[in-house]
């Protein structure tokens, strides 16, 4: 069966500083993923979705960037965090243009 | 925008009741699918209802699409304290990458 992991499940960051947030997932190849954020109380906001290694979708102008190294894996990082990339942050993964399976999500507060 | 927006904002009722949370969008779609968050956690699929479907049952779930009046209901028939989450419902277009754009949901509230 397929499984997503992420990585750190919570985080304290200063802002200024770097960050990286791993999400990989088994039992399937060639995903589309997906990187969405939620700030407090908010709905869901895509942020990137990839299509196939290499291949990086941005939908909204940020502070962010996304790498996909590999099959089943996708990283969020940035250069140095802002007091607004706190929020929630959830990767997801599909193989068909449905179903979206998601992962348990990081926490991440810049302070 | 293909978003979907969800009311009302928040519910709360008692176990035992029904649930009912609406959708409503402004694009023609291909899908539409239903969301559960339990808080903190990430967000698990519950029901998909193509464009070309009225009615879908799934458990206690009850989703119905109107595509003519671009809106969807989502059901929950005899509440439990464990319905207790956010639902999201997330219309889908083929042509744009299957993205799912998400509103703001409905927080569920289901006191025993």
């Known amino acids: 069966s397929q499984t997503i992991h992420q990585w750190p499940a919570t985080l304290v960051q200063p802002v200024g500083s770097p960050l990286s947030l791993e999400c990989t997932v088994e039992?399937?190849?060639?995903?589309?993923l997906y990187w969405y954020r939620q700030a407090a109380g908010r709905g869901l906001q895509l942020l990137f979705y990839?299509?196939?290694?290499?291949?990086i979708s941005s939908e909204v102008p940020q502070n962010l960037s996304a790498s996909r190294p590999q099959d089943r894996q996708f990283i969020l990082s940035s250069k140095k965090l802002l007091l607004s990339d706190s929020g929630f942050y959830l990767c997801?993964?599909?193989?068909?243009?449905?179903?979206?399976?998601f992962g348990p999500g990081t926490r991440l507060t810049v302070l | 925008s293909q978003q979907g927006e969800e009311d009302p904002q928040a519910l709360s009722i008692q176990e035992g009741e029904n649930a009912t949370m609406n959708c409503s969008y402004k694009?023609?779609?291909?899908?539409l699918q239903w969301y559960r968050q339990n808080s903190g956690r990430g967000l698990v699929h519950l029901i998909l209802?193509?464009?070309?479907?009225r009615e879908k049952h799934s458990g206690r779930l009850r989703v119905t699409l109107d595509t003519s009046k671009k809106s969807s209901s989502l059901l929950i028939t005899a509440s439990r304290a464990a319905d207790t989450a956010s639902y999201f419902c997330?219309?889908?277009?083929?042509?744009?990458?299957?993205?799912?754009?998400f509103g703001q949901g409905t927080e569920l509230s289901v006191k025993p």
């Open positions: 039992g399937t190849s060639n995903p589309n």
């Open positions: 997330a219309p889908m277009i083929y042509n744009q990458g299957g993205k799912l754009i």
């Open positions: 990839s299509v196939g290694i290499g291949q």
């Open positions: 694009t023609s779609i291909n899908n």
């Open positions: 209802i193509r464009s070309n479907e």
């Open positions: 997801a993964w599909s193989v068909t243009r449905d179903t979206q399976y």
